[in-house]
């Protein structure tokens, strides 16, 4: 929750000294970095950051440099971006600095880096615009407003609606990764206490496309806006 609040604090100080009465995306993480937030920003070669380091942070000097290597992974290259604006924003007691690879880590990094890790994803995708993106992505795909419910399932229609309509819609709307999108969206959970997305569908959610070959996602189809199982 610390994580959610210190990123939404810093997002309405942008917004206010930018004037702007709404959010704009994507969030521009580059822009914001500098001007409002008065940090410095460089794009640097790897021989720079050393070997397997993508994104660097120092507190002390307020400063980020990111790995040049990124530019071509515009999803990868903002996510580094707000996880290393974290550590400049909430951590203060590592004096050489934070150095990172690549994001988000998985469930063993340090308390410190998983909350630069939500941190970022609050940052880039705001969490109080999230219900609108979806309802308007399925509204975009001619998606009957009941597939909203089919998404908290766990079945191969919810794997279908997340992996072929919500996730590539919304990296496209934030300029996050697909991946890094899931991970987003099973934080949330809707205004009644329930959650957006089952946790135990995450994984079927993140991993490769060849890693969820035998799903019969091929075999979906809609009829009246909503997705079935032809032979169903
Ligand atoms: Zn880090």
Known sequence: MRTELAANALLRRCMAERGLAALPLPIPIEEWIESPLGYRFEIVSDA????????????????????????????????TCAHELAHLTLHHGESGGYSDGELPRDGDASRIEREADRFA?????????????????????QLAPQCLEMLRGDDVIAVWLWRRCVLPRLAEVYEVSKPAMAYRCRELRLPNQRRLVRPSLV????????????????????????PRLAKA
């Open 48 to 79: 720079e950051l050393g070997p397997g380091i993508l994104g660097r942070a120092r507190p002390s000097v307020g400063e980020i440099a990111i790995n040049e290597c990124l530019l071509q992974h515009e999803g990868r290259y903002r996510f």
């Open 203 to 226: 994984p079927l959610l993140t991993c490769p496309e060849a890693a969820i070959r035998v799903l019969p996602l091929s075999e979906i189809v809609v009829k009246e806006g909503v």
């Open 121 to 141: 994803a609050a940052f880039l995708v705001p969490g109080d615009t999230l219900g609108d993106a979806i309802v308007r992505t399925l509204a975009d795909d």
